[in-house]
């Protein structure tokens, strides 16, 4: 569960200055967070950890916390599709005001299944974005001749005739 944001921290990166053994620590945590479907700016956002620019300079520098990133990235895109069909299956009640023309409100409940469809094209969409071969379409193209045969080549050959001869 991701710890909450102090309300009195001011909003953007804190600098943090982090030894070894802490940037080892906080690493770690950014990468099975990460894989758990969390984005690097929420985590980033808390208290006690780094800035995103800090990550991204962490992993411009240092080849091997930048493929734990990769693989936590690549383990973290199956949690949001997991949890994209977790969203699409478990239905989910809101109520829904509509104002009549007299002015009074009519109270609707029931599913709210276009926040629900909204909340999984989203998270699928930006799969697509992040990791196309694995979720994205499949698109091919295919070349063919005439009624689906094969494509007939021909050989033209052009002469060029010089039309006032000397």
């Avoid at 007299?102 to 969409?125: A, F, I, P, Y």
Wanted: hydrophobic fraction near 35%; charge should be negative.
């Amino acid at each position: 569960m991701p710890r909450k944001r102090d309300p009195n921290k001011p909003v953007g990166p804190t600098p943090l200055v982090l030894d070894g053994e802490e940037k080892a620590r906080a690493q770690d945590e950014i990468c099975g967070r990460i894989a758990e479907g969390q984005t690097l700016a929420e985590i980033c956002r808390e208290e006690g950890m780094p800035s995103r620019r800090t990550v991204y300079d962490w992993i411009r520098d240092d080849a091997d916390f930048a493929k734990a990133m990769e693989t936590a990235r690549d383990i973290g895109a199956d949690a949001i599709a997991e949890e994209a069909l977790r969203i699409a299956d478990s239905p989910l009640e809101g109520v829904e005001l509509e104002i009549g023309a007299d002015g009074g409100t009519k109270e609707k409940r029931g599913d709210m299944l276009g926040h629900r469809k909204l909340q999984v094209e989203t998270r699928l969409k930006l799969l697509a974005k992040w990791h196309p071969k694995k979720y994205g379409e499949k698109v091919t193209a295919e070349h063919v001749g005439a009624n689906g045969g094969a494509i007939q080549y021909e050989r033209i050959e052009r002469v060029i005739v010089d039309p006032e001869p000397k």
